[in-house]
């Protein structure tokens, strides 16, 4: 079937549907990464969000087995790509990328040069759209208007214990990825997921420290989770912020933040330590970012972008509050920040 992506600035395009056979909208965003697009698909920030792959043929190695997702399924309300492959082939392939949308019940469009399409959202920055299929028109949906968090968040606490040093945290569900939670129970911390409004002082659960995930929309929306987050400053309780969550670090300590014209998306997002001087290459995805002008006393960027210079990371002055701007636990990305989890669990 034909199928049509049209943009808020009236800009229509012409592909072919894929996947499931139905209309949406959301906000048009796009990632340039070569590859990871399984990781992508599953990752909670892109809920509400149509998904632009600039690579130009896009479901090669096909989808793996559930497990190596990083949420139980699709979040992406729409994908646009240039080719898609019937054809993967990969020793982990069990279906194709048509298959997996249809049956997440997720639309595609191919046949649109992502690339022209990447540049017009870089001029005019991030818009609205949607893929339209058949007769169905839905509205534009801008998914920063409303509290996205609250949608992709689990809606009860669940417990995973290891083996290991005996220490706790609470990751506070935001829209996590099944990475972060790993990157703890490897590192023989047991972790409480929680929802993004579960208080975990107020409920007296057992832990040592507290992760604020990464996640969908305007990080001014998660107010409950701000609460929590300027409690646990308040108590001086070890905290770390991931993307989404080091927004939200940034708003409970008293800071601002602001929408960025494209926002980041990509697995080569270059980055300086600021203590160290040293770079690292870097998985982002992130629209909204810290306004470093805005930071109390006490509070300082950590992390600086080299690309345009917007902060990537901030912490305190008595380190027990860290905030990065990237993904650390890569899926998919560089391997590069796995120490930040390292550094975080001596603070525990």
Not at 218 to 233: N, V, Y
Not at 248 to 263: E, M, R, V, Y
């Amino acid at each position: 079937m034909k199928a049509f992506l049209v943009l808020e600035d009236k800009t229509v395009l012409l592909g072919n549907s894929f996947g499931a056979e139905k209309s949406s909208s959301g906000e048009v965003v796009f990632s340039t990464a070569m590859t990871g697009y399984v990781e992508a698909l599953t990752d909670p920030s892109y809920a509400g969000q149509i998904l632009v792959l600039t690579y130009p043929l896009v479901g090669n190695y096909g989808v793996p087995n559930s497990s190596l997702f990083q949420s139980k399924k699709i979040q992406v309300s729409g994908l646009v790509v240039t080719c898609h492959s019937l054809n993967p082939s990969h020793h982990q392939s069990q279906k194709t990328l048509d298959v997996w949308l249809k049956e997440n019940f997720v639309p595609g469009i191919s046949g649109i040069d992502t690339r022209a399409l990447t540049q017009k959202l870089c001029h005019h920055g991030t818009m609205l759209g949607k893929i339209i299929v058949g007769k169905d028109n839905p509205e534009f949906y801008d998914p920063n208007k409303e509290n996205v968090v609250a949608k992709v968040s689990l809606k009860k606490p669940e417990f995973f214990q290891t083996k290991g040093n005996g220490k706790t945290v609470c990751l506070l569900d935001c829209g996590y990825k099944k990475a972060i939670l790993n990157s703890f129970l490897q590192r023989g911390v047991s972790v409480w997921v929680i929802p993004w409004n579960y208080n975990p002082f107020e409920k007296k659960l057992s832990f040592q420290g507290i992760v604020i995930s990464n996640g969908p929309g305007d990080p001014k929306m998660a107010d409950e989770s701000i609460q929590i987050a300027a409690f646990a400053i308040k108590n001086n309780l070890p905290t770390l912020g991931i993307c989404l969550g080091s927004q939200i670090l940034a708003l409970a300590a008293g800071g601002k933040t602001f929408k960025l014209k494209f926002g980041h998306r990509s697995v080569n997002q270059p980055v300086k330590d600021l203590k160290t001087g040293h770079c690292f290459i870097t998985s982002q995805n992130h629209e909204f970012a810290i306004d470093t002008e805005t930071l109390p006393k006490g509070w300082h960027p950590w992390f600086v972008n080299l690309n345009d210079q917007t902060c990537e990371g901030i912490f305190s002055e008595n380190q027990q509050f860290l905030g990065v701007q990237f993904h650390p636990e890569g899926h998919p990305g560089p391997e590069d920040t796995w120490w930040v989890f390292d550094e975080f669990v001596r603070k525990l």
